[in-house]
């Protein structure tokens, strides 16, 4: 069944256009406590939800409208302020509560907004769960008699509940004295929590990114825009930088020298470690686009490797079919199911820092026997959006591709979800190889949409 409103990671769009409108979500917040209402009307209970934000201006307005939607159900609401995308996971899971909210556009700019739906379980909403909200939204309002109303409750702990919880993930008998650590906020969710994390469990912390103003949030600083982290680390010779994205969902880091690890180089620091410690339950997801020498890299540990579709849902969707622990992409998102119920920028930097304190390195050696290969991505454009892959000319150029990489890398034709693009991935061990194979490629799609 398609989704009118609901993409990948919620609802999400420009601020102040449809469907990012005080009208519609506070409709959107109705909508879900109808259907959570009707989920525990069996048990007697009210619903309660947990609603939490990031730092953009445009939050003040959608979190109230979201509370009276909710309210008008007939749910009581907890309003945690600004945290993390996975502390409102952590915080549902942990109230037992019905579910959470998210108001964020995660690593976008502050114009955009978004709404995600997590279960009680901490987990993203069931697509039947999601289909009935939708369902919902096509029906008027009706708010519930007065005796029926929820009511709104502020969570003045909430921050200091999460703190605890991401520290618990990191080995009691292990601390970070003596690391001198810059910890990279975006001017997001995580600015009040993400330093005190790191400094409570020992490290010296130079925070950046950490002083948001609604306006300011991934404005040059976070996962996406790392090159102020890598500044600070070389100017203040720290041992290790942490980028986070707007959400706090998101990892990269950067090493003494200033050098970026994206998801995929951190992935494998983390599942290297898993194997040696023999708690690796089962194997590793990883996306389409994730690097080819990580594939073989599990292949020579003896980890079993599958590849999802680009999205962390899919990953955790295939995590949850194979039930594996460990998963990520290459844009930084890593999920730790061991650790937590989704994926969290600030829990997988501690299983990071895990690895290197138990193997006693650093980022640059821990990671240095991962050798990305050379990858290239060129974006062609159409006319309209089709799928050039099986076209007879765009067939024989990916052919003669496979054989000039003589199995030393691989061909991806992705079609753009939102776009008329073609997308056109080579990698492989042979740069100049990889970049040839990658415009012929990309010369045969243009000739077949001409």
Not at 194 to 220: T, W, Y
Request: hydrophobic share 40%; net charge negative; glycine share 10%.
């Amino acid at each position: 069944m398609s989704r009118k409103y609901f993409g990948t990671d919620g609802v999400r769009g420009k601020v102040g256009e449809h469907p990012i409108t005080p009208q519609f979500v506070m409709h959107l917040g109705y909508a879900a406590g109808k259907v959570l209402a009707k989920a525990e009307h069996s048990r007697g209970e009210r619903p309660a939800v947990l609603i939490g934000k990031d730092t953009r201006i445009s939050g003040y307005m959608l979190e109230s409208a979201l509370e009276a939607g909710l309210i008008a159900a007939g749910i009581d609401v907890y309003l945690a302020g600004p945290v993390p995308t996975p502390a409102v996971a952590y915080l549902t899971r942990a109230l037992r509560l019905q579910a959470g909210v998210v108001i964020s556009a995660s690593h976008n700019p502050f114009e955009d907004n978004g709404i995600k739906f997590f279960s009680g379980n901490g987990t993203k909403l069931p697509d039947e769960v999601e289909h009935a909200i939708e369902a919902a939204l096509d029906e008027p309002m009706q708010t519930n008699a007065s005796e029926a109303l929820g009511k709104a409750k502020r969570l003045d702990d909430a921050v200091g509940r999460y703190i605890e919880f991401c520290k618990s993930t990191f080995p009691n008998e292990m601390d970070l004295r003596g690391m001198r650590i810059v910890v990279d906020c975006a001017h997001g969710a995580t600015y009040h929590i993400a330093r005190h994390v790191f400094h409570e469990l020992g490290a010296e912390v130079i925070a950046i990114g950490a002083e948001p103003n609604g306006l300011n949030i991934n404005d040059g600083y976070g996962a996406t825009k790392p090159q102020n982290l890598q500044k600070a680390v070389v100017e203040h010779k720290a041992d290790i930088g942490i980028a986070l994205d707007g959400d706090g969902d998101r990892l990269v880091m950067v090493d003494a020298s200033g050098k970026l690890y994206d998801g995929d180089q951190l992935l494998y620091v983390i599942a290297r470690q898993h194997h040696a410690e023999g708690t690796m339950k089962g194997g590793v997801v990883g996306t389409l686009m994730t690097n080819l020498a990580f594939e073989h890299a599990m292949q020579h540990l003896g980890i079993p490797f599958m590849r999802a579709k680009v999205g962390d849902r899919y990953v955790m969707e295939m995590l949850q079919q194979q039930g594996w622990q460990l998963g990520g992409e290459n844009s930084g998102h890593i999920i730790c199911l061991d650790k937590h119920s989704t994926g969290d920028g600030i829990v997988s930097a501690l299983q990071v820092l895990h690895a290197l304190r138990m193997k006693k390195q650093t980022l640059a050696v821990a990671a240095g026997d991962l050798h990305m290969y050379p990858q290239v991505l060129i974006n062609v454009k159409m006319a309209k959006k089709e799928d050039l892959s099986n076209h007879a000319k765009v067939k024989h150029a990916v052919e003669t591709a496979e054989i000039m990489l003589d199995g030393k890398g691989r061909v991806l034709l992705r079609p753009s979800g939102t776009e008329p693009l073609l997308r056109v991935m080579v990698e492989g061990e042979d740069g100049v190889k990889v970049k040839l194979c990658a415009e012929k490629i990309a010369e045969a799609v243009k000739a077949a949409a001409a």
